[in-house]
């Protein structure tokens, strides 16, 4: 079974500052990997996803994130983040059963952007 | 293009009584449709995902399930609510391409069991 872990519940970081929000996983198979955001009270935006390649995946609103394989990471960065950042972030792992691409979740970051 | 929409986006029910909160898909067919819920401090757990009409599968035993009575319609049901089935739950559905699927999820259906 794959599982997906964000070792951080919470991130506070100021305006303009860098961020970074961890993603370990484990997994038996090879993996595809997912970012998504979620504003509050809202579904889940797709950030960005790692599906075979260059292992630095560039997305939406400015994230990348990096596969590291012998790691078995998968980290979020922002080089610069802005208080419209402020959101929960979920790291995400997919496996196929049948035809269905089932997603296993991370329990998630909240991404707190400050002045 | 595809869009996803959830209904209601707010509910608050008493213990005991029913549910349903439905999922529509427009602009595709034929596509995965998934049930996911998402309670207060805790990721998102996936309940039911169907790969077609009248094809339901089960994630975790619990006191909901669900219905595709439609190519692109998700029932999520209820007989009775019970306190723990209070959380966000958020329709999602992909295309059939194996493991590379992307979900793409509806706004999300808030409850709130009392």
């Known amino acids: 079974a794959q599982s997906v872990t964000q070792l951080d519940s919470q991130v506070p970081v100021f305006e303009e500052a860098p961020v970074e929000l961890r993603c370990n996983y484990s997994s038996s198979v090879s993996v595809y990997l997912f970012w998504y955001v979620q504003y509050p009270n809202q579904g889940l935006q797709l950030l960005l996803k790692y599906l075979s390649g260059s292992t630095l995946v560039k997305g939406i609103n400015g994230f990348e994130a990096e596969f590291n394989k012998s790691q078995t990471s998968f980290h979020l960065r922002k080089p610069s983040v802005h208080i419209s950042d402020t959101a929960e972030y979920f790291c995400a792992v997919s496996e196929l059963t049948g035809t269905a691409s089932k997603l296993t979740f991370g329990t998630g970051t909240r991404l707190q952007v400050t002045l | 293009s595809q869009t996803i929409h959830q209904w209601p986006a707010t509910l608050v029910q008493p213990v005991g009584s029913p549910l349903s909160l439905e999922c529509t898909v427009e602009?595709?067919?034929?596509?995965?449709l998934y049930w996911y819920r998402q309670a207060a401090g805790r990721g998102l757990q996936l309940l039911f995902y169907s790969v077609g009409i009248g094809q339901i599968s089960s994630e975790v035993p619990q006191n909901l399930s669900a219905s595709r009575p439609q190519d692109r319609q998700f029932i999520l049901s209820s007989k009775k609510l019970l306190l723990s089935d209070s959380g966000f739950y958020l329709c999602?559905?992909?295309?059939?391409?194996?493991?590379?699927?992307?979900?793409?999820f509806g706004a999300g259906s808030r409850l709130t069991v009392l």
């Open positions: 999602a559905w992909s295309v059939k391409l194996g493991r590379a699927n992307v979900l793409t």
């Open positions: 602009g595709t067919s034929n596509p995965n």
